[in-house]
């Protein structure tokens, strides 16, 4: 089945810096790569997908990557601002399969 | 995107009992599942609930403790059965789009609590 790891498991930046998580999946039939953010007692928000006919998905501040001859994609987020402080987790899966969630980075952005 | 209501959103338990969760959707949706996530930690699927049929539990998980229903293409229960302290967690259902995506969605969670 499918495996997902993230890393890092947490990361601390200034705020107006750049950010980026990175995840690995194991399974080559994954085509779905979403990515959501948790700020504390909430849900689990979608914030940006990506698909594995595209390489690259950007909305605003927010960029998604994925390579997938290595099995990785990474999220990028610009210009950091304190609201962005939250738990965010990567997933892979799709095709109507179930969606395996990495562990999770809790990212703190500094005034 | 899918609406959709969990409830309770909390509830505090005693030990041996036993607590049902509903999720109602507002549209009909292809795939159904639970997870549950542990204080500090990741989401942790526990099963998929299949429309008229039994549902698809991952491994650790078994109907007897987390019997779960879906008598149609909007609602589906869990059932956390004769609950221990180590059942305290958060219960989130989830969903994915009929319209052909595979986005996933969450309810907004139960937070279960037992004494």
């Known amino acids: 089945g499918e495996n997902v790891e993230q890393h890092p498991s947490t990361l601390s930046v200034q705020e107006g810096d750049s950010a980026v998580i990175k995840c690995t999946y194991s399974?080559?039939?994954?085509?779905?790569f979403p990515w959501y953010k948790q700020e504390l007692g909430k849900r689990p928000q979608l914030i940006i997908d990506i698909r594995s006919n595209v390489g690259e998905k950007k909305d605003q501040r927010i960029a998604v990557t994925l390579n997938k001859t290595a099995k990785h994609f990474s999220l990028h987020i610009t210009e950091t601002q304190p609201e962005d402080s939250a738990v965010y987790f990567c997933a892979a899966g799709g095709g109507y399969n179930k969606l395996i969630f990495g562990a999770g980075t809790r990212l703190a952005v500094h005034p | 995107s899918a609406v959709i209501s969990q409830k309770p959103s909390r509830d505090i338990c005693q030990r041996g009992t036993s607590l049902t969760i509903q999720c109602q959707v507002d549209?009909?949706?292809?795939?159904m599942f639970w997870y549950r996530q542990q204080p500090g930690q990741s989401l942790t699927l526990i099963a998929t609930a299949n429309q008229g049929s039994e549902a698809t539990y991952e491994s650790g998980f078994v109907i007897d403790k987390f019997p779960i229903s879906r008598p149609n293409l909007t609602f589906s229960t869990l059932t956390v059965s004769n609950m221990s302290p180590e059942d305290s967690s958060i219960y989130l259902c989830s969903v994915e789009d009929l319209g052909g995506g595979t986005e996933a969605f969450f309810g907004q969670g139960t937070r279960l609590t037992v004494v």
């Open positions: 399974d080559s039939a994954s085509n779905y």
């Open positions: 549209s009909q949706v292809t795939m």
